[in-house]
């Protein structure tokens, strides 16, 4: 099974990451500005998880659906933020082409596939719902952020014991990826995750059709620089 199957539809990954829940209240509203929008517009959260930020689209005035691979998370999404949902996968999603206005895909929601084709196809059925001139959020973990902030810690067990987890992060071998490996309530997980560098990320995003209009370093909209903890591209389907 891949990994992103198993990992986030377990009841593990909502304690894991329950500071994702507070953190909603800074990231919704910083992030649905910066996809900058008109209210109206129809935008996809993908992945929308639980729909954390989804209020947060709401409340500019977006028609929001909600796209994601998760049942476990679906289900949680209906029950906190009721919503137009679909199960998908991002590799072949269930809209038609140019239909909506926006693409909004948050907290380091992409290089998950084990090969670069998949992970340009990720991009590439983002530009094919796009309308031409719509917009894609992409909010990413920053590379040389993570490769600072690991520095010290990579390949060391360390206890969460009040979030009731432990985890162990590495490079991989190439050190393309992160693979954060995790064990909660007697479960054991592993995210195995490419982290781009910013020309690959601006290499993708243009082979799929998508333009990098503004490239942000954080949620106040400052401008992008390399050693950002987040890297956030605002990109325009041509
Ligand atoms: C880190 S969470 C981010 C969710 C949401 N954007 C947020 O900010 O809370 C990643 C999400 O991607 C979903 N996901 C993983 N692989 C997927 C795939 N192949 N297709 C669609 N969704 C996927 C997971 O189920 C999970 O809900």
Not at 162 to 173: A, K, L, N, P, V
Request: hydrophobic share 40%; proline share 6%.
């Amino acid at each position: 099974m891949d990994w992103f199957v198993w990992d986030f539809n377990h009841p593990a990954y909502f304690t894991i990451y329950a500071d994702k829940a507070r953190d909603a209240a800074l990231e919704g509203p910083a992030l649905a500005k910066l996809l900058d929008l008109p209210p109206g517009s129809l935008v996809l959260d993908l992945p929308c998880g639980w729909g954390r930020l989804h209020p947060h689209l709401k409340s500019r005035g977006l028609r929001v659906i909600g796209g994601d691979l998760s049942p476990l998370n679906l289900t949680k999404h209906r029950a906190s933020h009721p919503a137009p949902l679909a199960r998908l996968d991002f590799r072949a999603l269930p809209f038609r082409p140019a239909s909506v206005d926006g693409v909004f895909c948050a907290f380091t929601s992409w290089g998950y596939f084990a090969t670069d084709s998949e992970n340009l196809r990720q991009l590439a059925e983002f530009a094919r719902v796009l309308r031409p001139g719509g917009a894609l959020l992409l909010d990413l973990a920053g590379r040389s952020f993570l490769q600072d902030s690991m520095a010290e810690v990579a390949g060391i067990w360390l206890e969460f014991p009040e979030d009731g987890y432990q985890e162990r992060t590495q490079w991989s071998s190439d050190r393309r990826r992160i693979l954060t490996e995790r064990t909660c309530q007697g479960a054991a997980f592993c995210h195995d995750i490419w982290i781009p560098t910013d020309a690959e990320v601006r290499a993708f995003l243009e082979e799929a059709g998508l333009s990098v209009e503004q490239a942000y370093g954080g949620l106040d909209g400052r401008p992008w620089e390399e050693g950002a903890e987040r890297w956030i591209y605002r990109a325009i389907k041509r």
